[in-house]
T-cell receptor, first 116, second 109 residues
Framework: GAVVSQHPSWVICKSGTSVKIECRSL??????MFWYRQFPKQSLMLMAT?????????EQGVEKDKFLINHASLTLSTLTVTSAHPEDSSFYIC????????????FGPGTRLTVL | AQRVTQPEKLLSVFKGAPVELKCNYS??????LFWYVQYSRQRLQLLLR??SRESIKGFTADLNKGETSFHLKKPFAQEEDSAMYYC???????????FGTGTQLKVEL
């Protein structure tokens, strides 16, 4: 149980286009989902916290107009990278939790975004 | 702001040798500490958390508030322990995690 999927697993796009990444909790309802970014050989950096039915909370330095997050249902959150540029190329990882604080985060497999 | 430090990028040990992966943190309140593991080509998964005080796959970690450390230990390393290990901190009663930079553990035969 407690599986989180991401789609696509990798995507290549041209500079200036927008890319949508989906994060789904397959066998539980995720009250909260998180979006992380990971550069090669570096740690995971939290980008935003996504709560179902409300606006996402972005970490300092993350442009909310650049990285649009929607959490329209208890099993789906989407991250849209708008007007992508080569510097947005990265590994994007989502995680999901069920219920209250201190619950375990279950991680998705990640999405590799390459912007040409 | 909280911070997690893992001083070693790579730790190489022989099979059967003891392992200690270091983790230090800075946070003014009472944190919750975690160790996450990522095996080759697999997703990140929780290994253990300090409030559980349990041993998982032979690994243990004790929160030392005086030294602000949460080192991960295993008395006898196994080949299957080779993986990337991340220490993480959750502060203030929420679920947001701050990750360290990770330590690659390589267990050699």
């Amino acid at each position: 149980g407690a599986v989180v999927s991401q789609h696509p697993s990798w995507v290549i796009c041209k500079s200036g286009t927008s890319v949508k990444i989906e994060c789904r909790s397959l066998d539980f309802q995720a009250t909260t989902m998180f979006w992380y970014r990971q550069f090669p050989k570096q740690s995971l950096m939290l980008m935003a916290t996504s709560n179902e039915g409300s606006k996402a909370t972005y970490e300092q330095g993350v442009e909310k107009d650049k990285f649009l997050i929607n959490h329209a249902s208890l099993t789906l959150s989407t991250l849209t990278v708008t007007s992508a540029h080569p510097e947005d190329s990265s590994f994007y990882i989502c995680s999901a939790i069920e219920g209250a604080a201190y619950n375990e985060q279950f991680f998705g497999p990640g999405t590799r975004l390459t912007v040409l | 702001a909280q911070r997690v430090t893992q001083p070693e990028k790579l730790l190489s040990v022989f099979k059967g040798a003891p392992v200690e992966l270091k983790c230090n943190y800075s946070y003014s309140g009472s944190p919750e500490l975690f160790w996450y593991v990522q095996y080759s080509r697999q997703r990140l998964q929780l290994l253990l958390r300090h409030i559980s005080r349990e041993s998982i796959k032979g690994f243990t970690a004790d929160l030392n508030k005086g030294e602000t450390s949460f080192h991960l230990k295993k008395p006898f390393a196994q080949e299957e322990d080779s993986a990337m290990y991340y220490c993480a901190l959750s502060a203030g009663g929420g679920n947001k995690l701050t990750f360290g930079t990770g330590t690659q553990l390589k267990v050699e035969l």
